[in-house]
């Protein structure tokens, strides 16, 4: 049974379009993110769904039950959707103590003293912040803040967890081991996570499935590592994965009934489609994605390259090569480096490379090249 | 969604309902008034039949209008007062930023002694009602030239002092521009403050001096929020009505707004209308003006950085001097009128300032038939003390309604920003700021006197002026929240709203303790005003429903002198000792809510 389905949901501002009709189901347990570049509409879907804006038009489901319909007239309040919501600033109250902020909720829903307290100092504990509850939130640092939001959000035992970029406020290293804390959470409480991020890393990592958004527009819903090796444009090819993925301009055309020749300035590759059988016409424009860890720097290698600069970082090298005029970018594993200005060998004998169409960018096919 | 549903689900929200309500209610009780007052000059009043030849009641007729501006009498009806009122808003401008700007480079930027007395005491003849400072001019320096007993500087010196320094434009004009100074402090200050002294560094690093770095930097960023400090000195001078009735009228120096006095008090009220319209659109444009400097304002105060470590200029040899001479005149100016007013309410016979004259007769005396009409001293005359009461009811209750309104106003505007209503609402609470005192007392006079709808004719009654001071002072306890909000992220209260808190419980657990210090200068600010305002309330007191101001207008005229001084100095205290308790037990001043921090 989905847990979470969105129905031909649409939200206008005015005459600008935050979400396009989008349609999405996410199931019990699931840990998804909704990723995309500032403005997509991420932040806006989220909300939609916890109730906290109203979409203009479609449907939501919760666990079946309709909490929002735009044609029926239905739209439940959020506090009655059983779900919780992490804010990106954490939206603690500054005038409560960490105690009272945990337990605000819980008396609210009248439960009685003991039971608060119970309740209160299992999240304190789950959470390891029992020697701040006295504290105000002005009192703790940016990784505490954190733990008291999730501990206020937990407290009334949600179904469904909403969280918009909670960790965005932190530095990298809190970041990091936040990132941890979250998916270990995930498994602790079995919950539904909905995550709202920008940040294709943190999406990669955490999620069980990405939705990926663009200017409102769903590009693709699939779990990370499907979007990451078979993207269904050029635009989420090249959003996720670091470094970027390497885009080269060539023009293709069908030799055998099943290769294809593409051809530049300054690389000539025969292309074996391997997912789908496709057909190009003579001088199609098309660009071929390589992901930079797809390349590979070797002595029986049969194009010749320039080293153009390296970014060694100790546990791989992020390499600049030159073929021609054209620069691409390849990373090398372990510790080695590399002189700038000499000249290797380089070989593209990877599983799959993926084939768009340069003109609408979609995913054409992945396949191999020689 | 159909539009059944999206009604539905637009009235589930509060801040829709409060938008809608208040739209309703703002466009009845300012923008008809408007409308009201438009009407008014084109018609015909009772009083005005003599002169308007065969007319009838509210006949339309286009006399006024020429008559105020176009004919032989419109020199000393309209012309002359504008002109005075010009010069009396140039100069006050003039001084007030002056000296403001002044005090407000020592305290910011140089090594000043004393610096926090200072800025408490200098706000001190800003939160004085501003005709305190003229009485006290004429306690001092008014002359038996004009008539009655001279002041405490003649009395000293022998010395008569002259006209022109005693009445007149010169003293309204030094007046108006002390009791301003403290505004273009607090607004010249507050960017002093706020502005990055890297930008400054930056120029010394490159060798600029001192001189340059000032007139290059400094006061180029400076110049918007001075030019914002001029325009709303300009329409708070140009509106101020006390000061020039007490200092202008013995030498007949008439400003518009003591000639409107005397229009819709008198014989013509045709004529008030048209001056109240104009000083509106006057208001209006300034308004206007100044919206579009605080937005170009705004992009220099967006860089500020770490303002802390700033170095002070050394006044070296100067500081002492500088500083003590400061806080003298400063005290002078505080202290002394208070001193004044005490002095003045014991003597039993002005301008004889021996030890034999004095006397308590005025505050606890029971009245002598051949003073006053036998009036008891101000502590045991029951009028004066029911003068007191109304004026601490009113204050209370306008500063009650206003507060609340503007905290609820504040919410939904902020809640509901970049929308049509919101808007709209924020104009329509800020309108009433634009409307002098006078020309609103005087619509809602017009508006009022008559049955309008389910609302009973409320002129001389007691709700009439709670209604208009809440109006009036709505601006600021809006305005007072309106920042408030800003500064408190939507999702503050959304995590309330997730957690099923429900909406009352949010505003008063939530909303409300977070930004108590703000809400509280809100209902603080109309509660000072309220208590020291005169001409917003002085067409609509009628006997029973006197307060204290309007009261001590009234024996002022009468020259009661030492009614007068003894009950001005009540207010004063009351007003001082209230925003003293306010701001220790809340923390909430009368500075942060005219735009200091």
């Not at chain 2, 001096?209 to 930097?217: F, G, H, P, Q, V």
């Not at chain 2, 605080?294 to 100067?318: D, E, M, Q, V, Y």
């Amino acid at each position: 049974m989905p847990q979470i389905r969105l129905q031909h949901v649409t939200k206008r501002f005015g005459k600008a379009i935050a979400v396009d009709d989008l349609n999405i189901e996410i199931g019990d347990g699931e840990f998804v993110t909704l990723l995309g570049p500032s403005g997509c509409g991420k932040t806006t879907t989220l909300r939609m769904i916890a109730g906290l804006e109203t979409p203009t038009e479609g449907e939501i489901f919760i666990d079946d039950v309709c909490v929002f319909s735009s044609e029926k007239g239905i739209d439940i309040s959020p506090d009655k959707r059983n779900v919780g919501f992490l804010f990106q600033n954490y939206a603690l109250w500054p005038h409560m103590t960490v105690y009272k902020n945990i337990s605000f909720g819980l008396e609210n829903m009248k439960w009685d003293k003991e039971r608060i307290d119970a309740r209160v100092k299992e999240l304190l504990t789950m959470l390891r912040i029992e020697e701040f509850h006295g504290r105000y939130p002005s009192e703790l640092s940016g990784g505490q803040q954190q733990r008291v939001a999730i501990a206020r959000t937990l407290a009334t035992g949600p179904k469904i967890l909403f969280m918009d970029e909670p960790l965005s406020n932190l530095d990298a290293k809190l970041r990091m081991e936040m990132r941890t804390e979250l998916k270990r959470l995930h498994v602790e409480t079995g919950s539904t996570f909905v995550y709202v991020t920008h940040d294709q890393l943190e999406a990669m990592t955490l999620s069980t499935k990405i939705c990926l958004l663009r200017e409102g527009l769903l590009q693709q819903y699939e779990p990370p590592l499907d979007v990451y090796h078979y993207p269904s444009n050029y635009f989420v090819a090249d959003f996720v994965g670091s470094p970027n993925i390497n885009a080269i301009e060539m023009s293709g055309e069908q030799v055998n009934l099943d290769e294809i020749k593409l051809t530049s300035e300054d690389l000539n590759l025969l292309y074996t489609p391997t997912t789908s059988s496709i057909t190009i016409p003579k001088g199609k424009k098309l660009l071929l994605g390589i992901r930079p860890e797809d390349i590979s720097i070797v002595e029986e290698g049969t194009i010749d390259a320039v080293i153009y600069s390296t970014l060694p970082s100790g546990m791989e090298t992020i390499v600049k090569l030159e073929i021609g005029k054209l620069l691409i970018t390849c990373v090398v594993f372990g510790g080695v480096d590399f002189e700038m200005g000499n000249k290797v060998k380089i070989a593209f004998d990877a599983k799959s490379y993926v084939l768009f169409d340069a003109e609408s960018e979609k995913n054409l096919a992945s396949g191999t090249l020689s | 969604m159909n539009y059944r549903n999206r009604f539905k689900s637009f009235i589930k929200k509060p801040q829709n309902i409060i938008l809608v309500s208040l739209a309703f209610i703002l466009i009845y009780l300012t923008v008809i008034p408007m409308i009201t007052i438009v009407i008014d000059t084109f018609t015909v009043h009772q009083s005005e039949l003599m002169r308007v030849k065969g007319a009838k009641v509210g006949d339309f007729t286009l006399y006024h209008w020429t008559k105020v501006l176009f004919s032989s009498a419109s020199k000393k009806i309209f012309y002359e007062p504008f002109l005075n009122t010009l010069f009396v808003s140039f100069g006050t401008c003039f001084i007030a930023i002056l000296l403001g700007g002044m005090v407000a480079w020592l305290v910011t930027r140089t090594n000043l002694r004393y610096k926090g007395i200072i800025s408490t005491l200098f706000i001190f003849p800003y939160i004085m009602p501003s005709w305190t400072l003229a009485m006290a001019w004429l306690n001092f320096f008014k002359n038996s030239l004009v008539g009655g007993a001279p002041g405490i500087f003649t009395a000293i010196t022998g010395v008569q002092t002259p006209n022109w320094f005693a009445y007149g434009p010169f003293p309204i004009v030094v007046v108006l521009g002390l009791h301003y100074a403290p505004f273009a402090y607090i607004l010249i200050g507050g960017i002093l403050r706020n502005m990055d002294a890297n930008l400054e560094e930056a120029a010394l690093i490159l060798k600029a001096s001192r001189a340059k770095i000032m007139r290059k930097i400094t006061i180029p960023i400076v110049l918007p929020a001075m030019l914002s400090t001029f325009l709303l000195v300009f329409s708070s001078a140009m509106s101020a009505f006390a000061v020039p009735a007490f200092l202008g009228t013995a030498v007949r120096y008439q400003v518009l707004t003591t000639q409107m006095f005397r229009t819709l008090n008198g014989l013509n009220p045709g004529y008030g209308y048209i001056m109240a319209l104009l000083m509106i659109a006057i208001g209006v444009l300034i308004l206007g003006i100044n919206q579009r400097i605080i937005g170009t304002r705004k992009s220099f105060t967006t860089i500020t950085g770490k303002s802390s470590n700033i170095s002070l200029i050394n006044l070296r040899a100067f500081r002492t001097p500088v500083s003590v001479v400061l806080l003298g005149s400063i005290m002078l100016v505080c202290i002394v009128p208070l001193i004044s007013f005490a002095l003045e309410s014991f003597i039993m016979e002005p301008g004889n300032y021996s030890l034999d004259n004095f006397t308590t007769l005025f505050w606890v005396g029971s009245g002598s038939p051949e003073i006053a009409n036998g009036e008891p001293g101000i502590l045991r005359n029951v009028s004066i003390l029911k003068g007191l009461w109304n004026s601490v009811r009113l204050s209370v209750m306008v500063s009650f309604i206003a507060g609340s309104v503007g905290i609820l106003a504040g919410y939904a505007i902020v809640k509901k920003k970049n929308t049509r209503l919101s808007a709209l609402v924020n104009n329509l609470a800020f309108f009433p700021y634009l409307m002098p005192s006078m020309a609103f007392g005087a619509i809602y006079l017009s508006m009022f006197a008559v049955k309008r709808g389910f609302i009973p004719p409320l002129y001389g009654t007691f709700a009439l002026l709670v209604l208009v001071g809440s109006v009036k002072y709505l601006p600021f306890a809006s305005r007072a929240s309106v920042g408030a909000m800003h500064q408190l992220s939507n999702e503050i209260e959304e995590a309330g709203t997730i957690q099923g808190i429900g909406w009352a419980k949010r505003m008063l657990k939530i909303i409300i303790p977070i930004q108590k210090a703000s809400f509280i200068s809100g209902y603080l600010l109309p509660f000072i005003s309220c208590m020291r305002e005169l001409s917003l309330f002085i067409l609509l007191v009628t006997p029973s429903s006197r307060i204290l101001t309007t009261m001590l207008f009234q024996y002022n005229e009468k020259g009661w002198n030492q009614y007068a001084n003894a009950i001005n100095l009540l207010i004063v205290l009351f007003v001082v000792a209230s925003n003293v308790v306010v701001n220790r037990v809340t923390g909430a001043s009368i500075d942060k809510g005219i735009g200091g921090n």
